[in-house]
């Protein structure tokens, strides 16, 4: 495969030689699509900072696909989201997907967020998702086309407790997708945006404070089919799963009657009145004015 060989997109069966890079690959999500892709044939990049679980990530991509490789460090730094990019393009000659993936969760009281870990999620949910994208559209230009994934969550569309942090740097994603379809059309270059349910991995491990959510949680194999889908038939925009009821009512009573949606949100993890007055304490005592302060 040269550098500029143009590859057909719309059948996974001749997606072979295709370079591919997914971030946030060493668990979850992310891991399914880099193996996926790997099967497909693809030239796989992954990135995420865990490099062991990388190194054997690869080595099971390799059975696909000797060439896969990896780059291990923090989506919260710009220069190394760019670096990732520069890294695909010197390795493999070309970019034709990116999928960004990787994400960190922030289920927490707004009273207990600090601003640098509001921005950090930022930084890694939303930004690392623009740094890679910059960084991949002159290499796409150049190719003539590609695709761009980015994997959102429902979250940003009914926002649950405790998520406030989280669902904005998801909305922020979902603002500057929904942008790219208007300012991409006729570069060939193509972004989809897909807003998974609740899904199997080890993310609901790494919630700040345990989540009352005790419904069902979905392989992540499914949101692999939807991104390849997203990539065959160019969609713009999916949930996954595609008719899970739940889904469809919380998007349907969101839309119809947001009071409502709200008040069942909020039931869903009722807010504890006491870390409002431990708040109001710990704000009475340090700003200027209150006791500590006389
Ligand atoms: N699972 C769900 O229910 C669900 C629902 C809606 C949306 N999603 C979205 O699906 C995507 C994948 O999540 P998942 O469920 O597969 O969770 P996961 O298993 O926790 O995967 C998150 C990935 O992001 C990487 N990551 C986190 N912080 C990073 C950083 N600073 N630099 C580089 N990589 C970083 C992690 O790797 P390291 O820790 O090794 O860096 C890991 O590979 C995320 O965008 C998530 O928001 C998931």
């Known amino acids: 495969m040269s550098d500029t060989d143009r590859i057909d997109w719309r059948n996974r069966e001749h997606w072979k030689g295709g370079v591919v890079v997914v971030t946030g690959a060493s668990s979850g999500i992310g891991r399914e699509t880099a193996l996926a892709f790997a099967r497909q044939g693809c030239l796989v990049l992954v990135a995420a900072r865990r490099e062991d679980r990388l190194r054997e990530l690869v080595e099971r991509c390799r059975e696909w696909s000797p060439d896969s490789s990896h780059l291990a460090g923090d989506l919260g730094r710009r220069d190394f989201a760019e670096q990732l990019i520069e890294v695909a393009v010197r390795r493999y000659g070309r970019l034709d997907v990116l999928v960004n993936n990787a994400a960190t969760p922030c289920h927490e009281s707004i009273y207990e967020i600090d601003v ?108 692999v089919d939807c991104i390849f889908e997203c990539i065959e038939k160019r969609l713009h925009e999916r949930v996954v799963p595609r008719r899970d009821p739940m889904l469809t009512l919380a998007r349907w009573v969101r839309l119809l009657a947001p009071g409502l949606a709200r008040k069942g949100a909020a039931r869903m993890d009722p807010f504890d009145p006491e870390a409002l007055e431990a708040a109001r304490a710990r704000a009475l005592s340090s700003l200027p004015g209150g006791p500590e302060s006389s």
Request: glycine share 10%.
């Open 116 to 223: 640098d870990t509001a921005e950090r999620v930022m930084r890694v949910n939303f930004f690392s998702c623009l740094w890679t994208t910059f960084a991949a559209m002159p290499h796409m230009l150049r190719l003539g086309g590609g695709h761009v994934v980015n994997v959102s969550s429902f979250a940003s569309r009914l926002v649950p407790p405790y998520e406030t942090l989280y669902a904005a740097s998801k909305c922020a994603m979902n603002g500057f997708t929904e942008g790219l379809w208007n300012d991409l059309a006729g570069s060939g270059i193509h972004a989809s945006l897909v807003l998974p349910g609740p899904f199997e991995t080890e993310i609901w491990g790494k919630l700040q404070r345990p989540s009352r959510y005790a419904g069902r949680r979905h392989p992540p194999s499914l949101v």
